[in-house]
Nanobody
Framework: QVQLVESGGGLVQAGGSLRLSCAASGRTTSRSAMGWFRQCPGKEREFVAGISWSGGRTYYAESVKGRFTISRDNAKNTVYLQMNSLKPEDTAVYYC??????????????????WGQGTQVTVSS
């Protein structure tokens, strides 16, 4: 019902910036909260940022707060993650995710049901 496709990952020097995009298709996507997660080798997947269905509320992991910004364009069914001041520890596969429920807030503890394939972000020192 919902398909998510990430893009925008790549190799960047520490201190640089990248913007990830997640193109969504599906009946409920534009009315659902969305989130970004990341997973480093040997580590569990972790929450990075979430956004409410309307875009009015955002949430961030402490490790990225002040550096990353999540936003969305519901008309395009697209969510973005602007990543500034990147650090080597930000290196991970980044996944876009969406819950099945509508009108969510994008809280870190929310259940996400749909996932993209991931996009690799590598930050060199």
């Amino acid at each position: 019902q919902v398909q998510l496709v990430e893009s925008g990952g790549g190799l960047v020097q520490a201190g640089g910036s990248l913007r990830l995009s997640c193109a969504a298709s599906g009946r409920t996507t534009s009315r659902s909260a969305m989130g970004w997660f990341r997973q480093c080798p040997g580590k569990e997947r972790e929450f990075v940022a979430g956004i409410s269905w309307s875009g009015g509320r955002t949430y961030y992991a402490e490790s990225v707060k002040g550096r990353f910004t999540i936003s969305r364009d519901n008309a395009k069914n697209t969510v973005y993650l602007q990543m500034n001041s990147l650090k080597p520890e930000d290196t991970a596969v980044y996944y876009c995710a969406a819950p099945h429920v509508e009108y969510g807030l994008g809280l870190p503890g929310s259940k996400y049901d749909y996932w993209g394939q991931g996009t690799q972000v590598t930050v060199s020192s």
